[in-house]
């Protein structure tokens, strides 16, 4: 059923099937004893927070992770009840009011945890302790330390310690050398730790592909879930096929001839060198279709056509390979019959990576949710 309407010709199409295929794919290969966190974080790495989190949770995913308590707080307002964890810093002061949400916080000093408790009155906190095993940002990195920690919040009334973790820095490549550091050194720190009924987590969705036996009892399942490879490199490695999620379609509004000479967009920079038909897309760099971009194809009527032109804020034009009716669908990111524009393509014109594709797809984008090759939901956050 559709919930909200849109009033543009742009908008993303996410399938929800794909993506709980993801993760009753990866829940197979991990087994029924190893529980899956679905990263949520950065509006479900721009496919939208509570859609993604209810269909995963529905998958079979027992919990979700963001990077900050905002998202936590936002996936409750949706109504989500399941397990939250913030991947990212929280600041003490707000510990009661994750507690009151019942959002657990990772924690990686002793110092916060002490400020925190003494904000937190009547409410108790769940936390999960973060190692730095190499990747440098956040964590325990050393064993004395990692080690009166534990004592210390597993003495603390107001605390409950739900789960210890890392992140992996290279498990995304090929040349294990580093990973295999990472996950020996995880397990060092995890000894002597009275870990039995916490949740034990270093695998993202690199480690969960590829090594099943750093699963421990939980998974981090991020890129992956939405259909796309932590690299390129790895795509060789994968268990089972990923089935990409997100889509990207436009619509043109306006055909017209260009003669022999003249010019389009800004700077003037394409010339047309004969006559030819040209069409404006409603779609720019405000929606995340940067100036980069400047060059690539789109798909029209199953065929590719390029972009021309310096891509603008809000619109983009293309060439037509010859008149064609206004109103005609465009895909930027997806399929249109047998041809295929995936959004790794992207990435690498964009020379980046498919998160940053997904990622950077602005708030004004309606997002359409498909189910069953059906229209479930629209988000529309401009008029939501």
């Known amino acids: 059923m559709i919930e909200e309407p849109f009033y543009r010709d742009t908008w993303a199409e996410i399938n929800l099937d794909a993506i709980q295929n993801n993760v009753r794919n990866m829940k197979k290969l991990s087994g029924e004893k190893v529980k ?98 190499g990747m440098g940002r956040l964590g325990f990195t050393e064993k004395d330390a990692l080690d009166r920690f534990a004592a210390y919040a597993a003495s603390a009334e107001k605390v409950e310690i739900k789960g210890i973790y890392t992140h992996f820095a290279t498990a995304d490549e090929l040349d294990t050398g580093y990973f295999e550091k990472q996950a020996a050194r995880f397990e060092e720190l995890l000894e002597g730790l009275p870990a039995e009924n916490w949740l034990v987590h270093c695998a993202n969705s690199a480690a969960g592909l590829r090594f099943p036996a750093k699963h421990f009892n939980a998974v981090r399942l991020g890129i992956s879930m939405y259909g796309l490879s932590p690299s390129a490199e790895m795509k060789s490695e994968l268990p089972f096929p990923l089935e990409e999620a997100l889509s990207l379609h436009t619509r043109i509004v306006q055909v017209k001839k260009l003669k022999k000479g003249e010019s389009v967009s800004y700077g003037a920079t394409f010339t047309a060198e004969e006559d030819m038909w040209a069409g404006t897309l409603p779609v720019g760099y405000a929606d995340g279709w940067i100036r980069k971009l400047k060059g690539s194809e789109v798909l029209l009527n199953g065929e590719r056509v390029p972009i021309i032109g310096r891509i603008c804020m809000d619109q983009c034009l293309i060439r037509l390979p010859g008149e064609v009716k206004t109103g ?13 524009i995936p959004v790794d393509e992207i990435a690498e014109r964009l020379e980046t990576i498919n998160y940053e594709v997904t990622c950077m797809m602005a708030a004004r984008v309606p997002r359409m949710y498909l189910k069953n090759g059906s229209i479930m939901k629209v988000k529309n956050y401009l008029l939501s």
């Open 328 to 340: 005609e669908k465009v895909t930027l990111i997806g399929r249109q019959g047998e041809a295929f």
């Open 36 to 133: 899956i966190i679905a990263v949520v974080k950065a509006n479900a790495y721009g496919h939208g927070y509570a859609e993604v989190a209810e269909a995963a949770l529905a998958a079979g995913a027992e919990s979700l992770a963001v990077a900050f308590l905002d998202e936590g707080l936002y996936l409750r307002s949706a109504g989500i009840k399941a397990p939250i964890l913030v991947l990212g810093a929280a600041r003490a002061g707000d510990a009661a009011l994750a507690a009151e949400h019942q959002i657990a916080l990772t924690v990686f000093s002793e110092e916060w945890l002490k400020e925190a408790a003494s904000h937190l009155h009547d409410k108790k906190l769940s936390i999960h302790i973060k190692l730095d095993t």
